[in-house]
C-alpha cells in the first residue's frame, strides 16, 4: 500500500489532469446553407476541439440537445449570412453556451470565438487584393514556450502530482505512528522507559523519511523518465536536499497530528481535513494568483506550496540554489515549528 499505490496514482492522475478541453459537443443551427457556412461548419469541426452533435435549421431541436446533455454550446448561423457578409461587410453569429460545466463552458466559447475570427480572417484576406509593395509596416510575433515547449501537460502536472504523493505517505503514516501506540496499549511501556521524547520522535520519524526519499526516487526516475519522458534539468542533489527538508516538516506535522488524536479513526480524518486543504490551495490545479487574498494567505501557510513550485522550478527550470533560497527558509520554519510542537505536545511520563 505505502509503495505500489502512489505510483498508480502517478501513472493514472496526470493522463486526467489536463487542463486542455476537448471533446466539446456542439449543435450548428445553419439557416443559411451557403458555401460560407459551409466552410465555417468545416472549420470548426476540423479544429480538434469540437464534436458535431447536431447539425440542423432548428434552434428549438438544437437547445433541446443542450437540455439532454447531448450539446455543450449552439452555433446559430442566421438566413442570408454569405449575403449580407458580402453586400454589407458585415454579418452577426449567435452563440448559445451551457454554463452548469463552468470550466468546459469558458473554454469551448473560446475556442469557438477564436476560430471564427480566424475565418473572418480568412474571408477578408480573400476579398482584399495584396499590392506587390505594402507601404504599411507590418509586424510579424512568433513565440517561444520556455521550459515546456510543446504545452505538455504531463511537464506541468507529474511534478505536483509526484510532490503531493510524497506529502500524502509522509502525513497520512505519521499521524497514525503513536495512535497506534496508544490503540494497542504500548505506549505505556515507553512512556516509563528512559528513552528521551526528542529520541522517541525521531525513532518515528526517520523510518518514514527513508520510505520517502524511495517513492520520491521510484517516481522521479522511473515514472516521470520512463513513461512521461520528464528529465529534470536542475540539480538532483539540490531537489533532493530540499526533499530531506520538507518530509522532516511534513513528518513532523503527521506526528503532531498522531499526539493529538486518541485513536487512528481520528488522526485519519483530520489529516485528510488537512490534505484537501493542502491539494486544493497548493497551487497544483489552479493559479495562486488567481485566488482572492483570504485565500492566497492560507496558500502561503501551505508548506505544499512551496514544495511543488521548487519541484516545477528545479525540474523544468533548471533553477539553482538562489531561485529557491526563499522556499528553503520557509520550509525550515514548517520543519522547525512541526517537530518542536510535536516534541513538546508528546506526553510522557518516566
Do not use: C
Request: aromatic residues 14%; hydrophobic residues 50%; neutral net charge.
Amino acid at each position: 500500500m505505502i509503495f505500489i499505490l502512489p505510483l498508480f496514482q502517478l501513472l493514472i492522475l496526470p493522463l486526467a489532469a489536463d487542463y486542455e478541453v476537448k471533446n466539446i459537443s456542439i449543435s450548428i443551427v445553419d439557416h443559411d446553407r451557403s458555401s460560407y457556412s459551409q466552410s465555417l461548419v468545416s472549420k470548426i469541426t476540423a479544429s480538434g476541439y469540437f464534436k458535431l452533435a447536431d447539425y440542423g435549421n432548428s434552434f428549438n431541436a438544437a437547445f433541446q440537445q443542450i437540455e439532454n446533455d447531448k450539446s455543450d454550446l449552439i452555433l446559430e448561423i442566421p438566413a442570408d449570412f454569405e449575403k449580407n457578409l458580402v453586400r454589407e461587410n458585415k454579418n452577426q453569429l449567435f452563440i448559445a453556451v451551457n454554463a452548469i460545466n463552468g470550466t468546459k463552458a469558458n473554454l469551448g466559447g473560446a475556442y469557438l470565438s477564436r476560430i471564427i475570427a480566424n475565418f473572418n480572417a480568412d474571408i477578408r484576406a480573400e476579398w482584399i487584393t495584396q499590392p506587390r509593395f505594402n507601404p504599411q509596416p507590418i509586424i510579424e510575433v512568433t513565440s517561444s514556450n520556455w521550459f515546456n515547449p510543446n504545452l505538455n501537460y504531463n511537464f506541468f502536472m507529474v511534478p505536483g502530482i509526484l510532490a503531493f504523493l510524497v506529502t500524502m505517505v509522509a502525513a497520512y503514516m505519521t499521524s497514525l505512528n503513536i495512535v497506534k501506540e496508544k490503540e494497542v496499549g504500548t505506549i505505556e511501556q515507553i512512556n516509563v522507559t528512559p528513552i528521551k521524547k526528542h529520541l522517541f520522535i525521531l525513532g518515528k520519524l526517520i523510518p518514514f523519511w527513508v520510505i520517502g526519499m524511495f517513492i520520491f526516487s521510484i517516481g522521479l526516475f522511473i515514472v516521470a523518465r520512463v513513461i512521461y519522458g520528464i528529465v529534470p534539468l536542475g540539480n538532483l542533489f539540490l531537489l533532493y536536499g530540499y526533499l530531506s527538508l520538507y518530509l522532516i516538516a511534513m513528518l513532523g506535522f503527521g506526528l503532531l497530528l498522531s499526539t493529538y488524536a486518541e485513536t487512528q479513526q481520528q488522526a485519519m480524518s483530520i489529516a485528510f481535513f488537512f490534505m484537501m486543504i493542502f491539494l486544493l490551495m497548493s497551487g497544483l490545479f489552479t493559479p495562486i494568483d488567481s485566488m482572492p487574498e483570504w485565500a492566497k494567505t492560507i496558500a502561503n501557510l501551505n508548506p505544499v506550496t512551496y514544495f511543488i513550485e521548487v519541484m516545477r522550478m528545479v525540474v523544468l527550470k533548471g533553477s539553482g540554489l538562489a531561485d529557491i533560497s526563499k522556499h528553503i527558509f520557509v520550509m525550515l520554519g514548517f520543519a522547525t515549528v512541526f517537530n518542536t510542537w510535536a516534541i513538546l505536545n508528546y506526553k510522557k511520563t518516566s
